[in-house]
């Protein structure tokens, strides 16, 4: 038989999936990449390169410097903005640095699709679960997460198709080769406080 866990989703902290929701829209992602690839640009300047309003660069800029990820500096009557992680936000530094990687290697469209993976705490502990012991089945990680079986259905059906958790047997367990992203995020939460893990099915 197995046991159930007692790892919930409040046990996290809400900073990996709300940064996650800031960083997995188009818009900001675009904003993000002129930051990094022209430091100290503008708002103007910003809108100019990634063919958005102003008002709602400025907005989306906001939004990324909320999560830790941008510094801002006035110069003269100008705002500029630059890729340097808050050092009051742990994560910020791992996100930015393997950010600026996926970005580089990756089309946008493959980097918000990791993106998405971790924008709900519910997959996050699922994730730290699996972490924790491994491979699980399906009755096991319900009673862990506290959520009907088909809610769970659709957060691994959706970690499976972002190659993060693949069926094993009665099971599921870790992707053996997730991306490097994707990678970043799972070492992130595997340094998140937790309780025990469930065990695993003889």
Known sequence: MTERADIHSDDYRPTIWRTCRVLANPHRLACLRVV???????VDEIAALTHLPPNKVSMHLRALQSRGLLHASRESRWVRYHPQPDPLVPSA????AAMRVALRLQRDPEVLRTLTAFTHPRRLTLLRCLQLSAPLPEETLSGTLRISPPALWRHLRKLASRHLVVRCGEGWR???RPSRLAETFLTLIALEPSSNAPAASP
């Open 36 to 42: 990094i690839d022209s430091p100290a640009s503008s």
């Open 93 to 96: 530094y791992p996100i930015l």
């Open 174 to 176: 870790l992707h053996q």
